[in-house]
């Protein structure tokens, strides 16, 4: 955590190279939260590139405090999927070519996964905003319960209960699709 401490130092300096090396270690990520909330794959690689945009120009606002540089970047990708939802206010179509399964191995098993994938972005779709968001933060995104917490601007105990409600009710839509 040091070291990412004293890149952003760098880019907020404006480094060009410590910004590039930000942009390279975390546009993945965010994109990968950004393709499962909008369910689009080019309105996610756009909303993507605003993030850091907006990034870039506040990022000699961002004050350290032992979190996560990629926690603040989650928030400023929450709040520009938040943006894009107001200004398209219809609900987009489910495209999951943003969100990849991995490609190397048996034919069979990869299409397997595929197809299981498919099925449980399907599912998603009909939780609530909440539920999907909590969702695409623990597991897509892959981080701990207080970075959620911090994106989400909610407490650790909220955050678990609702992740538990959102994983019971993705259960409950798998079980009724399967039937």
Known sequence: MHDEESLVRRAQDRDPEALDQLYEAHFEKVYRYVAMRLGNEMEAEDVTQEVFLKALGSISSFQWKGVPFLAWLYRIARNQVIDHYRKRPKT????????????????????????????????????????????????????????????????????????????????????VSET
């Open 92 to 175: 987009p179509p489910v495209s999951i070519n943003g969100l990849q399964v991995p490609e190397e191995g048996d034919p069979v098993e990869i299409a397997e996964q595929k197809s299981e994938f498919e099925r449980i972005m399907r599912a998603a779709r009909k939780l609530t905003e909440a539920q999907q968001e909590v969702i695409a933060l623990r597991f897509v995104s892959e981080l701990s319960i207080a970075e959620t917490a911090q994106v989400m601007e909610r407490s650790e105990g909220a955050v678990k209960a609702l992740q538990h409600s959102a994983l019971i009710a993705l259960r409950r839509v798998i079980a």
